[in-house]
C-alpha cells in the first residue's frame, strides 16, 4: 500500500529488521554484488540530473504516480501539512506545484492527483484534529480509514473505505450514489487500500488485512463482480496498476526468510480474478515495488539489498531479472518509498522520499531491450 499514522522511526525500524537477515546467496535474492553504483559500466541506466525538490514529506502519506487524461506525469506528496504535484514534463523538467485544492485541514493520509477543468488538482485526505477521516472524493461519514480515486480525465472520483465492529471495505463514488459494502474481514483492518479505473470495463479495488490481500472487481455502476482473498505473508506499499481492460496487483510476500517480489494480473473483463500470485518463491527480495516501462523493457524500483537503499532494474514479464541492477541513492542515503514514471524515449525519472524526509528525483536514461 500503509497505515494511516505509521511513523517514520517505526517505516524504519520494519525495513532495517525486513532485511537483517538478507543473505548474497538467498534463492532469487538480488545483493549489492548484483547492483552497479549509478555511473558504472554494467549499470542499465545513465544517470542525467539527481535534485532535491523539498524537505519535510509526511511519510505517511507516501507518493501516488498518475498519468493524467491530457499525458501529463504527476506524483502527488505531502511536504508537511501541504498537498504538492511533482510534474514531469515532456521534456524531462521536474516541477513541484502548489495544485487547486493545495490546502488541508488535518494530517495528511494520501495525495492523489487529478484533472479539473484542465489544471492539476489533488485529492487530499486527511484525519482531523478530533480523529475523523475525510475523504476528498465523496462526502462520506464516520470511515475509519479512506483513499480517494479519479478517472484519468478526472470526471469520475471515488472513494474505497474502511469501517469498523465488524472491518468492512466499502466504496462510494460520484455517480453511484449510496455506499456500496465490497468484503467484510475476519478480524484484521483493512489497509493499503487501492483502486483503478478500467474504462467501460468498471473498476477494480484491492487491500491488505492481516497479512491476506482482496482483490475485488466492479461494474462501472460500482456493482460487485468478484471478489477473492489470497493467503497470508503479503507485506505493505503494494502498486496497483491498470492495463486496459485489465489490471495487477504488484506487492511482495515472504519467501525464504524474505519479502519477494509476487504478482496477480488479469488481462480483460471477461477474465476471473486470477486463483494465485505468482513470483514470490523464487521473486526479487525486497520492499515497495513499483514499475514503469521504457518502450517494451519494464524497470522495476524496489528497496532491497542494503537496507534502505533503492535500486533500479531491468525485469521481464514475470518480474525475473532481465540485466544487471543499480542503485539509484547514493550510499548511506536511505530511502523509504519511491514513484517511477517511464518514457519511449529511454527516459525514467524516480521521485522518492528518504528517513530524512528530503523529497529527491532522479532523472535516468536507461537502455531498453533493444539496446537504444
Not at 534463492?27 to 524537505?55: F, H, I, N, T
Request: net charge neutral; glycine share 12%; hydrophobic share 40%.
Amino acid at each position: 500500500m500503509r497505515a494511516p499514522l505509521l511513523s517514520a522511526a517505526l517505516v524504519l525500524a520494519w525495513c532495517t529488521a525486513a532485511c537483517s537477515k538478507c543473505s548474497d546467496d538467498a534463492p532469487g535474492g538480488v545483493s549489492a554484488r548484483d547492483a552497479s553504483e549509478l555511473g558504472g559500466k554494467d549499470a542499465p541506466c545513465e544517470l542525467s540530473s539527481q535534485s532535491k525538490l523539498g524537505d519535510g514529506v509526511e511519510l505517511a502519506a507516501g507518493l501516488t504516480s498518475r498519468r493524467l487524461g491530457d499525458g501529463r506525469l504527476v506524483v502527488g506528496v505531502a511536504l508537511g501539512t501541504d498537498p504538492r504535484a511533482v510534474v514531469v514534463g515532456g521534456g524531462g523538467g521536474v516541477t513541484v506545484q502548489e495544485p487547486r485544492r493545495g490546502k488541508a485541514s488535518g494530517r495528511l493520509l494520501r495525495v492523489t492527483p487529478a484533472l479539473e477543468d484542465g489544471a492539476i488538482a489533488v485529492l487530499s485526505d486527511v484525519r482531523t484534529a478530533d480523529g475523523r477521516v475525510e475523504c476528498a472524493a465523496v462526502p462520506s461519514a464516520d470511515l475509519s480509514d479512506c483513499r480517494s480515486f479519479a478517472s484519468a480525465d478526472g470526471t469520475k472520483r471515488w472513494l474505497v473505505g474502511s469501517r469498523s465492529s465488524p472491518p468492512r471495505l466499502v466504496a462510494r463514488s460520484n455517480a453511484s450514489g449510496g455506499e456500496r459494502e465490497l468484503f467484510t474481514s475476519d478480524g484484521p483492518p483493512f489497509e493499503d487500500l487501492r483502486s483503478e479505473h478500467l474504462g467501460e470495463y468498471g473498476f477494480v479495488v484491492s487491500a491488505r488485512y492481516g497479512g491476506k490481500v482482496v482483490m475485488i472487481r466492479l461494474e462501472p455502476d460500482f456493482a460487485l463482480t468478484e471478489a477473492r482473498s489470497y493467503g497470508n505473508a503479503f507485506g505493505p506499499n503494494p502498486e496497483l496498476v491498470s492495463a486496459g481492460s485489465g489490471a495487477m496487483l504488484l506487492t511482495t510476500r515472504r519467501a525464504f526468510e524474505r519479502q519477494r517480489v509476487a504478482f496477480a494480473q488479469f488481462a480483460d473483463q471477461h477474465g476471473h480474478l486470477p486463483e494465485h500470485f505468482d513470483g514470490s518463491e523464487h521473486g526479487l527480495a525486497g520492499h515497495a515495488p513499483r514499475l514503469a516501462s521504457v518502450g517494451s523493457q519494464r524497470f522495476l524500483a524496489l528497496l532491497d539489498a542494503v537496507p534502505g537503499r533503492l535500486e533500479l532494474l531491468p525485469v521481464d514479464a514475470t518480474f525475473g531479472r532481465a540485466g544487471p541492477g543499480q542503485f539509484v541513492t547514493a550510499a548511506g542515503v536511505k530511502a523509504l518509498d519511491s514513484a517511477i514514471l517511464g518514457f519511449d524515449d529511454g527516459r525514467v525519472v524516480v521521485v522518492y522520499a528518504t528517513v530524512e524526509r528530503a523529497l529527491m528525483a532522479a532523472t535516468l536514461r536507461c537502455k531498453t531491450q533493444s539496446g537504444k
